[in-house]
């Protein structure tokens, strides 16, 4: 069978055994894809083709490292990782900032507007998309207790006399809810954090 003919799935597993064009094929299959999706977020072409180099050069370490499951999940694996790099890109170029006090101009006499950066606000409603995508996985009485604690704010006795449990009970959900969010989060490397 050739190789263009293979599914996402086959190219991994024939990269992995050492057939160096399969992941070629894989690479242009989706090229345009990974590449928008960058440019979408940094608006920069040269910004874009270096992330995107980035991108292949972690898929491909982590690929010779064992570390891929293989799960029908390349393209939005590849895409995750593009996300994480993008974010970690903005973070250290809000670090990088560097101010000088002159004679015209002191930033510690300027006040903050309080106006997100529009990095600041892609960044916080992703975090936000990813939180909501990491729910989706917990089983339902976990579902249940995030939803009503985080998102709706109930106190965890209201939580218990709402749902007819103990105190105890509406922690250990929410105990082990948070065990394996953090799970999911270290398997996808998922970034929830702004700086």
Same mark, same amino acid.
């Given at each position: 069978?050739?190789?263009?003919?293979?599914?996402?799935?086959?190219?991994? +597993?024939?990269?992995?055994?050492?057939?160096?064009?399969?992941?070629?094929?894989?690479?242009?299959?989706?090229?345009?894809?990974?590449? #928008?999706?960058?440019?979408?977020?940094?608006?920069?072409?040269? !910004?874009?083709?270096?992330?995107?180099?980035?991108?292949?050069?972690?898929?491909?370490? +982590?690929?010779?490292?064992?570390?891929?499951?293989?799960?029908?999940?390349?393209?939005?694996?590849?895409?995750?990782?593009?996300?994480?790099?993008?974010?970690?890109?903005?973070?250290?170029?809000?670090?990088?900032?560097?101010?000088?006090?002159?004679?015209?101009?002191?930033?510690?006499?300027?006040?903050?507007?309080?106006?997100?950066?529009?990095?600041?606000?892609?960044?916080?409603?992703?975090?936000?998309?990813?939180?909501?995508?990491?729910?989706?996985?917990?089983?339902?009485?976990?579902?249940?207790?995030?939803?009503?604690?985080?998102?709706?704010?109930?106190?965890?006795?209201?939580?218990?006399?709402?749902?007819?449990? #103990?105190?105890?009970?509406?922690?250990?959900?929410?105990?082990?809810? !948070?065990?394996?969010?953090?799970?999911?989060?270290?398997?996808?490397?998922?970034?929830?954090?702004?700086?």
């Amino acid at each position: 069978m050739l190789l263009s003919g293979m599914s996402d799935a086959e190219l991994v +597993t024939q990269y992995i055994k050492g057939r160096e064009a399969a992941f070629e094929v894989l690479l242009k299959r989706h090229k345009s894809r990974v590449f #928008s999706h960058i440019f979408f977020k940094v608006k920069d072409e040269d !910004l874009a083709n270096d992330l995107f180099q980035d991108v292949f050069i972690k898929v491909i370490n +982590t690929m010779k490292a064992g570390k891929y499951k293989e799960e029908g999940k390349f393209l939005p694996w590849v895409l995750r990782i593009a996300h994480n790099l993008v974010i970690d890109y903005f973070r250290k170029a809000n670090k990088m900032y560097k101010v000088r006090t002159t004679d015209d101009y002191d930033p510690f006499r300027s006040i903050d507007d309080g106006l997100d950066s529009v990095q600041d606000v892609m960044i916080e409603e992703q975090i936000h998309s990813d939180v909501k995508d990491l729910i989706v996985h917990l089983a339902n009485d976990q579902q249940e207790i995030i939803q009503l604690r985080i998102f709706k704010g109930m106190s965890f006795k209201d939580i218990a006399e709402m749902k007819n449990i #103990s105190i105890n009970t509406a922690l250990g959900r929410m105990r082990y809810a !948070l065990i394996n969010m953090r799970r999911l989060i270290e398997e996808n490397n998922i970034v929830l954090t702004k700086y």
